[in-house]
């Protein structure tokens, strides 16, 4: 089966203060580079949408293998990038799309969702601790409502459209939900 990572790194950071995608984590590696590098372990094919005046980021996911499609409307919001990001992926069999400001998501979690597709699923997501996480997987037969996204809801309401068919996909993976919109959000998290 053919399956295709679609990786949004369009965000403009406004939360940040500077562009958290480029910003490194302890390790030395920046954050976009890491969910790219986790995305790419378990999906042969990966499309990175980027907004267009970030040519920094461009480079540094194409040098991790990704296929890079600038996204000329993403100021409009996550739903346009994600648009976007599935026109250019093209015919699959499913889509599994991931935040590029989500480094902490376990490639364990993504091939766990990407199985979940491949076992059938219309829609698929990671749960941890009652909590739907990303990525979240669509099925092929989604392309043409992927494609016709705006906005800045990203899935949402097709998530909503589609509730009943949506596959919950427990894991032991806080990453699933940790997603970085201010620098606090690097500190490590506490013990649970």
């Not at 480029?22 to 042969?44: D, N, S, Y």
Request: aromatic fraction near 4%; charged fraction near 20%.
């Amino acid at each position: 089966m053919k399956f295709v990572g679609l990786l949004l790194a369009a965000g403009t950071a406004s939360r940040f203060g500077s562009d958290k995608l480029q910003h490194k984590l302890p390790h030395g590696v920046a954050i976009a580079v890491q969910a790219a590098r986790h995305l790419k372990a378990e999906m042969p094919r990966v499309v990175a949408a980027v907004r267009p005046d970030n040519e920094d980021t461009a480079r540094a996911l194409a040098a991790e293998g990704c296929e890079i499609v600038v996204c000329e409307h993403a100021a409009e919001g996550m739903g346009a990038s994600l648009a976007c990001a599935a026109r250019a992926a093209g015919d699959a069999d499913g889509y599994l799309v991931a935040l590029g400001d989500m480094p902490f998501v376990r490639p364990s979690t993504i091939a766990a969702v990407r199985d979940a597709l491949a076992g059938g699923a219309l829609l698929a997501a990671p749960y941890w601790r009652a909590r739907r996480g990303h990525p979240v997987g669509f099925g092929g037969r989604l392309r043409g409502e992927l494609e016709a996204l705006t906005g800045d809801e990203g899935a949402r309401r097709l998530l909503e459209a589609h509730a009943a068919q949506l596959v919950k996909v427990p894991v032991g993976d806080p990453g699933a939900i940790r997603d970085i919109d201010q620098p606090s959000d690097l500190a490590p998290p506490l013990a649970v």
